[in-house]
C-alpha cells in the first residue's frame, strides 16, 4: 500500500465513475491516491467492483460504494455513507456520462425526448445531485471536478444529444461555482481529449474523432487519461485555490485548430 504522504495527505476524495481500469475515472483515482488521497470509489455495476477493489487497496482506509446516479435513493445513501466513514470529504470527481446508443446513431435532429432527458439526467443531473449530498461534507472547503468534451462547443458527428449534454454541464460547473464559493469549494470542469475508453466505443465516430486528434494536434500522438488524471491531482490540490467555474482543456492542443 501507498504510503499516505504527497500534497494530497490527509485528504478524502471520492471518484464517481469507475467501470474498469480503462475508465478516466480510474486513472485520476490513481493520481489523487499518489498524492496521498484516501479513495472512495463508486461503480454502477457489480462487474465493476474487481477494479474498483483494486484503487481501494491502494491507500489504507478507502472504501469502494455502489452508486447508480439514476437512484436519489442511491445517491442519499452515498452522501449518508460518507458521513459515516469519512465525516469530512475534500475532493469529488464526477465521472459518469451516458445516452441510449440509438441518440449516437443517425443525425441529431432525430434526437427523441426520451433519450434527450436520459442523457441529460445521468451525465448532468447527476452532478447537481452529488453535490447537494457531498458539498455539506467540505467543511474544510473543497475540490469538485466534472470530466466534459469539445463536443460542447463544436459539433462532431453523431456526438450528437451527448454534446448538448456536455454544453449544459459546462454550464451546471458555473452555476455551482457560483453557489459554493462562499463554502471555498470550487466547482471545474476537465475537458479531455479522445481516450480509448467503455463509454468512447459506444460512440460510433470516436475512432475518426481519436485519429483526428492524435494526426492534428500540435503535440502530436494519443492522449493519455493519465495526462488528464494529472491535471485532477492538481485541481484537487490547494495550488488550484483560485481556479474555480472553469472548463480546463486537456487534448493536446487540438481545440486551438482552424482547420
Ligand atoms: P467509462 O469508463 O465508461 O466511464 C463512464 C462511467 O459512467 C462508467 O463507470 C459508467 O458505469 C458510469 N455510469 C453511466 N451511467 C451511470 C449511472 N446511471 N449511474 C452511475 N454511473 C453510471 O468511460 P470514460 O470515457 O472514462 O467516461 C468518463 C467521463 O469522461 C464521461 O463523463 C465521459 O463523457 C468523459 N469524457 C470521455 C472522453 C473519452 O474520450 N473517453 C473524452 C472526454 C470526456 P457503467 O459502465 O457501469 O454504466
Not at 496521498?36 to 483494486?54: M, Q
Not at 445513501?77 to 465525516?87: H, I, N, R, V
Not at 446513431?105 to 426520451?114: H, L, N, Y
Amino acid at each position: 500500500m501507498a504510503e499516505q504522504s504527497g500534497p494530497l495527505a490527509g485528504k478524502v476524495a471520492v471518484v464517481m465513475g469507475v467501470a474498469n481500469q480503462w475508465s478516466i475515472g480510474y486513472a485520476i483515482a490513481e493520481s489523487l491516491a499518489n498524492a496521498g488521497a484516501k479513495l472512495a470509489i463508486t461503480y454502477r455495476a457489480e462487474r465493476s467492483l474487481r477494479d474498483a477493489t483494486k484503487l481501494v487497496e491502494l491507500v489504507p482506509g478507502s472504501k469502494a460504494f455502489q452508486c447508480d446516479v439514476d437512484s436519489d435513493d442511491d445517491i442519499d445513501k452515498l452522501g449518508d455513507d460518507l458521513k459515516a466513514e469519512y465525516g469530512v470529504v475534500d475532493t469529488l470527481v464526477h465521472s459518469i456520462a451516458f445516452a441510449p446508443p440509438a441518440e449516437l446513431r443517425g443525425r441529431f435532429i432525430e434526437t427523441t425526448r426520451e433519450g434527450f432527458i436520459t442523457a441529460h439526467a445521468v451525465s448532468v443531473y447527476s452532478l447537481i445531485a452529488a453535490a447537494q449530498r457531498i458539498s455539506p461534507l467540505m467543511t474544510n472547503g473543497g475540490s469538485i471536478m466534472t470530466l466534459s468534451y469539445l463536443g460542447a462547443d463544436r459539433v462532431f458527428p453523431q456526438y450528437n444529444v451527448m454534446g448538448v449534454a456536455k454544453a449544459a454541464l459546462e454550464s451546471t460547473v458555473r452555476y455551482l461555482a457560483a453557489d459554493l464559493g462562499d463554502a471555498r469549494i470550487r466547482v471545474n470542469a476537465l475537458s479531455a481529449g479522445p481516450i480509448k475508453t467503455k463509454s468512447a466505443r459506444g460512440i460510433p465516430g470516436f475512432s475518426t474523432m481519436k485519429d483526428a486528434a492524435a494526426d492534428k494536434s500540435p503535440i502530436k500522438g494519443e492522449l493519455t487519461a493519465k495526462q488528464v488524471a494529472d491535471v485532477a491531482a492538481f485541481l484537487a490540490s490547494d495550488a488550484a485555490s483560485g481556479i474555480t467555474g472553469e472548463t480546463i482543456i486537456i487534448d493536446n492542443g487540438f481545440h486551438v485548430l482552424g482547420i
